[in-house]
């Protein structure tokens, strides 16, 4: 396997200000897309949610086209092929101290981590996955909602809840016990009446490929609804699927001691997901 390259503002193997917030705060944004074929997949769905994030924490919007051109570098660099790039956009250097700096010259970092994941993953579409419940719960605060912050603790102790490689991810619930998110991943249950998924904003990521299933799951008949849920709600589902950008959507084999069969989850939407986020990677 490759090692991963870097440029941080825009300089290959730059280094962090040890004053950098990003470091210092969780001051800042980031974003995880699948590369395939040197193309970064669902790319103007990513520098949305960047915009927003940047938006929401009042940093200056981002270079998208910059941004582009040194993903574009990198992938050229790296042969063209498979991969994971990972975004990060910190409000730079400052003061000591929380106040945000003015002006503020974010930081950007632009890495690649080469290498394929295609063949696991469809084994994992048609055997489907384990996924646990997570003790660890998320606390609610919506102005930070649906956004990719750096401030991820919640999801790093949650992770540490197991071991077992077999489990793929851990569905978290809020301090009111509603269902959430899985730890990097969205869920969505199916039943008779079609798809539900939990709202994100009081707390939780606004996925991109949940996005992509709430867009295209409706003209294959499954209407989606947004709800509040316990995990009962799963546990009583007649099938589940986690979402992300990496993994696209995998069904759940179980959740703990509750098993699925993986085959309700239609190839239809498996598929049009795939699709559509590779029809996408060209888009800015
Ligand atoms: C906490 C969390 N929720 C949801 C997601 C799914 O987002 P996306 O579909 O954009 O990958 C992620 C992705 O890493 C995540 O970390």
Redesign the pocket.
């Known amino acids: 396997m490759r090692p991963p390259v870097s440029l941080v503002d825009g300089k290959p193997r730059g280094s962090l200000d040890v004053a950098d917030r990003g470091l210092l705060y969780g001051d800042g944004l980031f974003?995880?897309i699948r590369v395939e074929n040197g193309c970064p997949c669902?790319w103007a769905?990513?520098m949305a949610?960047l915009g927003l994030g940047a938006e929401r924490l009042g940093m200056p919007a981002p270079d998208v086209v910059l941004l582009r051109s040194e993903a574009d570098r990198l992938s050229a660099e790296a042969g063209d092929g498979d991969g994971v790039l990972r975004i990060t956009l910190t409000r730079g250097v400052g003061q000591r101290g929380y106040r945000p700096p003015s002006p503020c010259l974010p930081t950007r970092i632009v890495t690649l981590y080469p290498g394929s994941g295609r063949s696991d993953r469809r084994v994992s579409e048609r055997d489907g996955v384990r996924l646990t419940v997570c003790r660890m719960q998320l606390a609610e605060q919506p102005r930070l909602a649906g956004i990719?912050h750096l401030n991820?603790l919640e999801?790093v102790l949650a992770r540490a809840e197991w071991d077992d490689p077999e489990i793929v991810d851990g569905i978290m619930t809020d301090s009111s016990g509603r269902a959430v998110?899985?730890?990097?991943?969205?869920f969505f249950v199916l039943d008779d009446s079609g798809l539900r998924t939990p709202r994100v904003d009081r707390c939780?990521?606004a996925?991109?490929?949940?996005a992509l299933v709430m867009a295209r799951a409706p003209s294959l008949g499954l209407p989606v609804r947004e709800a509040d849920m316990g995990l009962e709600e799963l546990t009583q589902a007649r099938a589940l699927f986690i979402?992300?950008?990496?993994l696209g959507v995998l069904p759940a084999a179980a959740l703990d001691a509750r098993r699925y069969d993986p085959r309700e989850i239609p190839r239809e939407l498996i598929e049009a997901v795939r699709q559509a986020a590779l029809q996408s990677e060209s888009e800015t």
């Open positions: 974003e995880t669902l769905a990513h949610r990719k991820r999801q998110c899985g730890t990097m991943s969205n939780g990521v996925g991109t490929v949940r979402t992300n950008a990496l």
